[in-house]
């Protein structure tokens, strides 16, 4: 949302944030209100550029899915899964089913650990009235343990299965270099259902907190699966009719330079533009898929409505998603059967491979290009981030009504509150917006 010239005599009031340092490298924000409304909302992303999509040209499939999974400490399975996933669709590879259901657990590792992370330490701290985790601790010491606890039993799972915790290194086209015994993975069932306990606690927590006033009527898009909740396949959809392949993304979606930010702007072809994915967006379109237990708690909370049209009430999305993963982990390790190899053969071929999966900020969509060599020619990465930022600034549209009378400090709270609502990355900044109100006459 751009600004225009100011009339004269009108009462305009900017509010500019020149530091954004926990989302996916460093931004900036600016509010213009104009006689009580915003005119202005831009969101600048000013990451650096680190060049995956162009580090990945000339590499193997299995080079890429360890490289992109470099892309980030907290989400590389999704990033290794889009890739596999892409490939495997262009060479025509059938997977084990132990190994699709490896593969699931796999992503129950990392949204468990991701969610905590998120839920207690980037964003509970918001809504307490705390200017970190650091200082909800020393008041909620018990809190913080325990959601370090889950995150720990959701580390280790991605530790059992991809050879080490953070960027790990077994996915591979076609299924793994190495799966797992069934006494490794039973032997970390304890830790998972005390896991599950705590997470049936969030989703209360969090949806006692304290929402802000919002709302608005979001266009949501996810991956939907017939038969379980979307992990790593089904269809992509939307709350107004879309559905394609998770291959099909390009055909409904874009990405687009805006001159004020380093990361493309993804925005749908149709003319709707703005589109919201995430946790929010799954349970909308998604939540009669829900582990039956994470389902009967979202039922509890009343909170489904709210969900959708409040961005802050992502937090309690969240939470039902935890109680979600650790349950289905349990299951699957219960259920659980070593595959008779861990890989299947498979045989490269030219041609373009792309797959849409969900990490937990929201879809995730790759596309390669690979050559008669075997190797990539052309690669396209769209994260989760690239594709909120439109909504970001829509969000931050509809919230600034609610915080323009507040005191500077309260209102840059709020506002941070919102912004978390997407999941940003982590940082190590106490704070990351740094609010300044000017007044014009």
């Keep these: 949302m751009h600004g225009t010239e100011v009339p004269k005599g009108a009462d305009e009031r900017l509010y500019e944030v020149t530091e954004l340092t926990r989302v996916e490298g460093e931004g900036s924000l600016r509010l213009r209100v104009r006689d ?44 290794q899964m889009s890739a596999v ?14 190994v699709r259901a490896l593969r699931r657990l796999l992503y129950c590792g990392e949204w468990i650990e991701s969610h905590a992370l998120h839920i207690y330490l980037l964003h509970a701290p918001d809504f307490l009235g705390y200017e970190s985790a650091i200082a909800m ?18 580390n280790h799972l991605i530790g059992i299965l991809g050879g ?9 086209v076609g299924g793994f270099s190495r799966v797992p015994r069934r006494r490794e993975l039973e032997a970390h069932r304890p830790a998972l259902a005390e896991s599950l306990e705590l997470a049936k606690e969030t989703v209360r927590l969090t949806a006692s907190l304290p929402m802000p006033a ?18 790593n396949d089904g269809r992509i959809v939307s709350s107004d009719g879309l559905d394609l392949r998770p291959s099909d993304w390009g055909e409904a979606f874009e990405e ?11 925005r749908a072809k149709d003319g709707k533009g703005v589109y919201l994915v995430g946790p929010a967006a799954r349970v909308v379109l998604a939540a009669d898929q829900l582990h039956p237990v994470a389902r009967e708690l979202l039922a509890e909370t009343g909170m489904a409505e709210l969900i959708r049209t409040n961005i802050y009430a992502s937090i309690v999305a969240r939470a039902v998603e935890l109680v979600h993963a650790l349950a289905e982990a349990i299951d699957i390790i219960d259920a659980y059967r070593p595959p008779a190899e861990p890989m299947v053969a498979w045989t490269s071929r030219p041609g373009v491979g792309a797959w849409a999966t969900e990490a ?29 930022q439109a909504a970001i600034e829509r969000d931050l549209v509809v919230a600034a009504p609610n915080v323009i009378d507040l005191p500077q400090a309260e209102a840059t709270v709020r506002l941070e509150q919102m912004i978390r ?15 300044r109100i000017e007044e014009e006459d």
């Design 36 to 79: 009580g409304k915003v005119v202005e909302a831009s969101l600048g992303i000013f990451e650096t550029p680190r060049y995956f999509e162009q580090i990945v040209v000339g590499r193997t499939p299995d080079e890429v899915i360890d490289i992109v999974a470099r892309i980030c400490g907290i989400c590389p399975i999704a990033y």
């Design 85 to 98: 996933h892409a490939f495997e669709d262009l060479f025509g590879v059938a997977i084990d089913p132990a």
């Design 137 to 154: 601790a020393a008041d909620h010491r018990e809190t913080v343990e325990k959601a370090l606890r889950m995150k720990k039993a959701g």
């Design 164 to 172: 080490r915790s953070v960027h790990p290194v077994s996915v591979r």
């Design 214 to 231: 919002f709302a608005r009527e979001p266009r949501v898009v996810s991956l939907r699966h017939p038969d379980e909740y979307p992990y």
């Design 256 to 266: 687009s330079h805006v001159e004020r930010s380093n990361a493309l702007h993804a």
């Design 360 to 388: 937990p900020r929201g879809l995730l969509f790759h596309r390669y290009e690979v050559d008669e060599r075997g190797r990539v020619a052309a690669a396209q990465i769209v994260p989760p981030t690239s594709q909120n």
């Design 421 to 435: 609502s997407y999941d940003p990355c982590i940082s190590c900044a106490t704070h990351f917006l740094d609010l």
